[in-house]
Every structure is written in structure tokens, then in C-alpha cells.
């Protein structure tokens, strides 16, 4: 009996730490409003409740698709609100934004075209200079890109337009700041490491107390024990307000599928691109 409680524990603790981890990514700690259509905001006038759980992550991931994406909610920002934290794809997606909005074209190299290789992307500013709005972070990269206003490729600047992109990141994640997106997840997943960390020892100091149970399997019962409760403890996931929540609903319906597909090499930077023809075959990486 003391073999078979130590395998429990064994296996079981890993498996209670991925759960917890999954929960807590899935929004099991996330707002959310209880009084409105999923998605909407609340007016002026209006206070609606407000309740913490797993429904909240539900929301998101059963959105229901919208043909248009949300207003004031540029790409990076929408990897944000989904993934509640800036990656290189969200990067990616900010600066190919930048050439559907006109701000510059992203194309491959012509068969007899000089100074390029093959395989490469040309970059060219526009003839005509791009209307509309951009914001300090935007300028930066654009001024990274084209410091004297001439066609270039994207492996020459890659290198330099690092700094301006992560100008990007932190412009969104000041909107996020203004706007509330997100609540601070103070205890981590210390409550959860706590309660498995005790019953864990309960349960191999019963086991110890049985006998029969070999060396190495206490060992690994014990490593395993440890490693779950680091895991359980270290892992912090930023919990979406209400806000949050509501924006993220938006921006899942505006990607045409529910759930959330994962990205892959290009998946968001693709759907941005080629609804202005921007780049074909692979999207670039940047």
C-alpha cells in the first residue's frame, strides 16, 4: 500500500501542477461582466457586476466572429490582450501593420533587380507619403527603416529596428497600464503550492509510515513533489479585468475563429498581410 501512495504521488503531483498552470493560463482568474453582452463595455452610466472564474476565459474562447476588428486596437496590442504578454509574432504583426496602413511596401526581389539577393525582402517607402495616424513609437520605426528615404532590404535594417519594435511593446503596454486591461496576480499560484505541498507530505509521510516502498521511488517522489510545487508557486499568469476581458472577446471575434487558433510561423502576420496583398508565400519574421 505504501508503493501505490508513493506512485500517487509520484504521478499525480506533475499532474496537479499542469492543471493548475493550464487553469490559470485559460483565465480561471480572469473578470469579467456579468450584466453585459459578452464583449460590449459598460457606458457611462452604467456599473454592471463584475465575477472572477473560468467563464471569463470561456468568453474569449467562444467568441462569436465579427467581420470587423475592434477600434483604437492595433496588432500588438491584440497578442497582448489574448496572450497577456508581447511576442515576437506581435512585433511581427505591428510592423507589417505599418505596410497595410501604406506606410511603406514589402516585396521580393525582382529576377535582374541589384544590390539583392534571392530570397530576400525588399522594403520601398511610398511615392506619396501615407495619411493617417502614427503613433512616437510608430515614427521610430519607420525613421529605423528608411533613414534616407530609399529602397533597402529587410536582413540590412533587421539588426536596427530591434530597439524601435520594442518601442512598440512598451507603447502597448502603457495603453494597457491607462486602459486597465490588467490586474496584478500578487499570490502567484502560492495558495495552490501551499495546499499541495502539505497534502504531498501528508501523503509520503503515510507512505514512509507503510513501508514497502523502494529507495528510488522515494526519491523521485520527493523530486517530483518539490518540482511541482516550485512550478505551481513561480507561475504567474496576469489576471484580465472586466476591461480586459471585454476587449479580448473583441479581438478573438475579429480573427474570424473560435477558439483562438495558435500562431504559427506567420499566422496573425499573414491574416493582417494579406488583406492588402502585402507580402505572398511566406510572411517575414522581424
Known amino acids: 500500500m505504501g508503493l501505490v501512495i508513493a506512485l500517487v504521488v509520484l504521478l499525480g503531483a506533475p499532474a496537479v501542477a499542469a492543471v493548475s498552470r493550464r487553469r490559470r493560463r485559460r483565465g ?17 452610466d452604467q456599473a454592471p457586476s463584475r465575477r472572477t472564474g473560468a467563464r471569463a476565459g470561456e468568453l474569449v474562447s467562444q467568441a462569436a466572429v465579427r467581420l470587423t476588428p475592434p477600434d483604437g486596437v492595433p496588432p500588438v496590442a491584440a497578442g497582448l490582450l489574448l496572450d497577456r504578454e508581447v511576442r515576437a509574432r506581435d512585433l511581427s504583426a505591428g510592423f507589417l501593420d505599418l505596410a497595410v496602413r501604406g506606410f511603406f511596401r514589402i516585396r521580393r526581389p525582382g529576377p535582374h533587380e541589384n544590390g539583392t539577393r534571392r530570397g530576400e525582402w525588399v522594403l520601398e517607402p511610398p511615392l506619396v507619403a501615407a495619411s493617417g495616424p502614427l503613433s512616437e513609437a510608430e515614427r521610430q520605426v519607420l525613421a529605423t527603416l528608411f533613414p534616407r528615404y530609399a529602397v533597402t532590404t529587410l536582413a540590412a535594417r533587421r539588426s536596427a529596428i530591434g530597439g524601435p519594435l520594442r518601442g512598440l511593446r512598451d507603447d502597448v503596454e502603457w495603453q494597457a497600464r491607462r486602459l486597465g486591461w490588467f490586474g496584478q496576480d500578487r499570490a502567484g499560484g502560492v495558495p495552490t503550492a501551499a495546499a499541495l505541498g502539505l497534502f504531498g507530505i501528508v501523503l509520503l509521510v503515510v507512505a514512509g509510515s507503510l513501508g514497502g516502498v523502494p529507495d ?8 517530483s513533489m518539490i518540482w511541482s510545487v516550485i512550478s505551481v508557486a513561480i507561475h504567474r499568469v496576469r489576471p484580465r479585468t472586466a476591461e480586459g476581458t471585454a476587449m479580448a472577446v473583441q479581438v478573438a471575434a475579429s480573427a474570424g475563429t473560435s477558439p483562438r487558433p495558435r500562431h504559427d510561423s506567420c499566422a496573425s502576420r499573414r491574416l493582417l498581410a494579406s488583406s492588402a496583398g502585402t507580402c505572398r508565400g511566406p510572411c517575414p519574421s522581424v
Open 216 to 223: 528510488p521511488v522515494k526519491f523521485f517522489a520527493v523530486v
Open 28 to 44: 480561471g482568474r480572469d473578470e469579467y461582466f456579468v450584466d453585459l453582452v459578452p464583449g460590449l463595455l459598460p457606458g457611462p
